[in-house]
């Protein structure tokens, strides 16, 4: 009984790593049409998850998860992949845009502010918009006096400013009360979906009450990965992208052509933030819970292994790294530890391989620095700088 | 207020100057490190953890077959050293040399290898604790010997006796370190290579032997600095280490990167403001 369960279990792992396998050889492989990568991966993406999500709830669940991350992947590629600014507190941009929704669209600004609060959820689409200024404000304010350093001790620096934001978020639930501390702020609103329910109504698609928000988080992630990703190529191809490139590539070289090292940098702070707080809004609503143990040094070094797995500087490679840690530490971890836990019942429950993503992790990170620093989707000019080296 | 503060004053300074031999013998090996690699070895702290895991694992298993606590100190000092000097050149063998070898410039690549090493070496003891004892918080085992204190200047500090063995032994360690790396030939030759590394390989310097005895000095520092911690203030657990230690991480970066008494007064600095600090806000 056990083993069939654990079974039925590695089927749908197995099916997951099948379905973003397609999704790397559409993406990677060359020669084929671009239709038919369009058309294939949009199936993939907008038929068969859902349909497997509404056998699995654990699916959708799974793919927000990833769709989170991979924005925060895009973002963080930004700062370490383009600008070559090695950022180890990054998930602190995430902690502001959560809190910026999570503050407001709950009873937690009744606290400090007057006014009808919790907002209706119909202000979070605002609040995406005000979480980009509130974190790219941010990233100015850590950057600022962070980016005039280079290399390792910008990584300290970074690693510090970001504990700061979480010790914050920790503390200011006195003298005045604007976190609630670590108890966490709950529950935060969600937008209202009727509009959305009438929508998939009318295309034929049922939806019950525990399918429908995972849906509609679901496509909404969706569609800010596609948002991210346009933005990113852009960038890349841009005026901006190019300095962030030089800059990376040797700093006193672009300089000298007469890139202004600070605002140019300053910008790619930015812009990662933005990203990364555009993503905390939404999580922070689609958990309804946003607390500070979400956003430890673990968490920006998780982002940031995303990055490196897939490839520093690669857009294709963010996401695929955001997939496969993402399916990793929810997915094969538990299912792992599942089949130890009922083969092997005597071992004591400290030795649960989902208890160690940190191993996990730091080995992803030593192995892929030691045999493939380039990343598993390298970008063109890395790969043949990580070559020449 | 003014008087309270100033009544605890003494206090505070006496616990920061213990804290700060802790962490100065942890900054010696952060600094060590950086001297010789340009790399900010973030798995040192984790180095520190072993020594102070050691020391609890020796206390437990040995203190009831070693009648005086000060042999079963040293012991514990030894092994604690020894496996944590062991674990360091392992690091470097396996984590750092496959990187430096492929001749890498890219700062980054070492950086992310130190903060991959740091969370396997984490979990590792964090697995073995587990499979041992079934145990996540370690508790240091007290010992009849070393439990002792008096107070000074008529109450205003209470000093315990193990605040005083800590004291004595890291001032012999860090006597030692400054007559080993002042006054010996592989000091000169750690010196050199610090200073320029493919230089020093010409002068018949082996700067991979000279780099491994780096580790090896840094990593028992901070493992003689680990068992101390852990009799001073008792609980240990695998994952802590990351916090304490990486506080001691600035201060080598302040105070410039040679083996100089320049990270020991960043230590004292950060460990007095800490102790300062700890009574009126929270972390």
């Known amino acids: 009984m056990a083993f069939t369960l654990g079974l039925q279990r590695s089927g749908n792992t197995l099916g997951l790593i099948g379905l973003v396998g397609i999704l790397v050889a559409l993406t990677t492989l060359p020669r084929i049409p671009t239709w038919v990568r369009v058309l294939l991966g949009l199936a993939i993406l907008l038929l068969s998850v859902p349909i497997a999500g509404f056998a699995n709830t654990f699916v959708f669940e799974l793919g927000i998860q990833i769709g989170i991350y991979a924005a925060m992947a895009l973002g963080l590629n930004v700062v370490v992949g383009m600008a070559g600014l090695l950022d180890l507190g990054y998930a602190a941009f995430f902690a502001v845009g959560a809190y910026t929704w999570a503050i407001f669209g709950s009873e937690q600004a009744r606290n400090f502010m007057r006014g009808h609060f919790p907002l209706p959820g119909e202000y979070m689409y605002l609040f995406m918009g005000i979480a980009v200024v509130t974190t790219a404000l941010t990233g100015l304010l850590i950057g600022l006096p962070a980016l005039r350093l280079r290399g390792d001790y910008l990584a300290i620096v970074t690693l510090g400013l970001g504990e700061v934001v979480r010790i914050l978020a920790n503390n200011l639930d006195h003298p005045i009360n604007f976190t609630n501390g670590p108890q966490g702020i709950t529950p935060v609103m969600r937008p209202p979906i009727d509009g959305f329910r009438s929508l998939m109504a009318h295309l034929g698609v049922r939806l019950d009450q525990t399918t429908d928000y995972q849906l509609f988080f679901y496509l909404l992630v969706l569609l800010m990965i596609g948002l991210v990703v346009l933005v990113n190529v852009n960038l890349a191809n841009s005026r901006f992208g190019r300095a962030w490139v030089a800059i990376r590539e040797d700093e006193v070289a672009a300089r000298s052509m007469g890139i202004p090292l600070l605002p140019t940098k300053l910008l790619a702070f930015m812009t990662g933030a933005a990203f990364s707080g555009v993503m905390g809004v939404i999580f922070a609503a689609q958990r309804t819970f946003v607390s500070p143990e979400s956003f430890t040094l673990l968490a920006s070094i998780t982002i940031l292994a995303m990055v490196i797995l897939g490839g520093m500087g690669s857009i294709p490679g963010a996401i695929l790294g955001a997939a496969a840690l993402t399916i990793l530490n929810l997915d094969v971890l538990k299912t792992f530890s599942e089949f130890v836990r009922t083969s092997f019942p005597q071992i004591p429950s400290q030795v649960d391989p989902a208890k160690y993503e940190r191993l996990v992790f730091g080995l992803i990170l030593v192995l892929m620095m030691i045999f493939r620093p380039e990343g598993l989707i390298p970008e063109r000019r890395h790969r043949s700088e990580m070559e020449e080296a | ?283």
Request: aromatic share 10%; hydrophobic share 50%; proline share 5%.
């Open chain 2, 1 to 283: 207020m003014l008087e309270q503060i100033l009544s605890i004053l003494p206090q505070v300074i006496f616990d920061g100057l213990v804290l700060g031999f802790v962490y100065a013998m942890v900054a010696l090996g952060y600094t060590m490190v950086y001297g010789v690699l340009e790399l900010i070895n973030f798995a040192h702290s984790e180095i520190f953890m072993i020594g102070a895991v050691v020391g609890v694992e020796v206390f437990r298993y040995l203190a009831p077959q070693v009648p005086s606590g000060f042999l079963l100190l040293l012991i514990a000092l030894l092994l604690g050293g020894a496996l944590a000097g062991g674990t360091a050149i392992l690091v470097e063998r396996f984590a750092y040399r496959p990187l430096r070898k492929r001749g890498t410039t890219n700062r980054l690549v070492p950086l992310i290898t130190a903060i991959g090493v740091s969370f396997i070496l984490q979990d590792l003891v964090r697995l073995i604790e587990g499979l041992w004892h079934n145990e996540f918080f370690l508790r240091m085992r007290t010992v009849e010997d070393l439990e002792g204190s008096f107070e000074l200047f008529g109450g205003a500090i209470f000093v315990q006796t193990k605040s005083l063995i800590l004291i004595a032994v890291s001032m012999v360690m860090l006597v030692g370190l400054t007559y080993l790396v002042n006054r010996t030939k592989l000091g000169v030759a750690i010196r050199a290579v610090a200073q320029d590394l493919s230089t020093a390989s010409l002068m018949g310097i082996d700067p991979d032997r000279i780099i491994s005895r780096t580790f090896l000095i840094g990593g028992s520092l901070g493992g003689v600095a680990g068992v101390l911690f852990a009799l001073q203030y008792t609980t240990v657990n695998a994952t802590w280490a990351s916090c304490p230690a990486s506080r001691p991480s600035p201060p080598p970066s302040w105070a410039g990167s040679a083996t100089s008494p320049g990270p020991c007064w960043g230590a004292w600095c950060s460990a007095s403001w800490k102790t300062s600090s700890a009574p009126t806000c929270p972390s």
